[in-house]
């Protein structure tokens, strides 16, 4: 399993950059660098390819609304060049509030715009004329639009690579389907290993079965919150306001997805009054109520024993990439988290 890590993008970023040599030196393989509504991801990543060596880079994840489909093959191909050959292009269509309350971008055709953004990717990488010929993003436009004066270009350089990795951020079935058949890997959120085949297996099946054989085996990865020790169990506590959050206040009723993964995972009483508590501004009492199974079955929080047992449980239901976050007190302790946590996954 690779060993990958995601980025703090709240603040402190040189410093943060500055102690990730320290971790590509401890084992770590990857990095994932959000765009949520921070600093832009691709300055960032520029940075940290700048600073590193081996460490891979993952966008985790580029919107599919805020850019063109051609400037995120561009950013990708550009991104490939600057950190020789190390990038991954992390994709998702994030959610209704971040792209319609930040960017003022309509919220439509997730699964149309995914699946034209990865074609015209990676027809640009392979530097191919361009045409525009989907329902999403099409050439001519409709009556009155456009100059009539668009022909076919490609890219001017030549890229890295002509396949660069793409991961998509998917939950729900119809885009992890879709997933499973066009893109090298696959991140969930809020993963639970037990809980997986019945939630994704019959999508992840779909799509698998209409899966190009040149892609190679699906990419799995998992996010998990990672503390080692006798005494951590604490640590679970961090997560209740993030769960809190996406359960009950990324979307409103009926269209949050978030909300829906919960329900699927069986806890359908919990995520209703979770919702209900954070959309009336309760977010502490919201928090409380996110299940203590949820928190402890989605992390890598225990006793060595509980973490490799947890290590074991992902691996069998098909993760190869654990993003861990390291939870200690110290930097020093959270490089030796990292050393331990390669060691167990190898």
Known sequence: ?????????????????????????????????????????????????????????????????????????????????????????????????????????????????????????????????????GRQYQIPLPAGQGTGLGKPLKLINHPVRERIPIIVAAIGPKNVEMTAELAEGWEPIFYVPEKAADVWGDALAAGKAKRD???????????????????????????????????????????NFYNDLARRYGYEKEAERIQDLYLQGKKDEAAKLVPYELLEKMSLVGSEGFVRDRIAAMKESGVTTLNVTPVAGTHEERIRLIEKVKEMAS
């Open 1 to 133: 399993m690779r060993i990958g890590m995601a980025l703090n993008y709240s603040g402190g970023f040189k410093e943060t950059v500055n102690e990730l040599a320290d971790y590509e030196k401890a084992g770590l393989d990857i990095v994932f660098v959000a765009e949520a509504y921070s600093f832009d991801a691709v300055s960032q990543m520029g940075y940290i390819a700048a600073r590193t060596e081996r460490l891979q880079i993952a966008s985790g994840i580029l919107q599919i609304y805020t850019r063109t489909p051609t400037l995120t093959a561009m950013t990708a191909a550009g991104m490939d060049y600057v950190s020789d050959g190390r990038f991954v292009l992390g994709l998702g269509a994030s959610g209704p509030q971040v792209i319609e309350g930040f960017h003022g971008v309509p919220y439509t055709a997730p699964l149309g715009r995914t699946r034209e953004i990865i074609e015209i990717c990676r027809k640009v990488w392979k530097r191919e004329r361009l045409v525009h010929e």
């Open 213 to 255: 054989p040149e892609l190679g085996e699906l990419d799995v990865v998992a996010q998990a919150t990672l503390a080692i020790g006798d005494d951590v169990s604490g640590y679970l506590e961090f997560g209740r306001p993030m769960l809190a959050l996406y359960i009950g206040g990324m979307g409103a009723k009926g269209k």
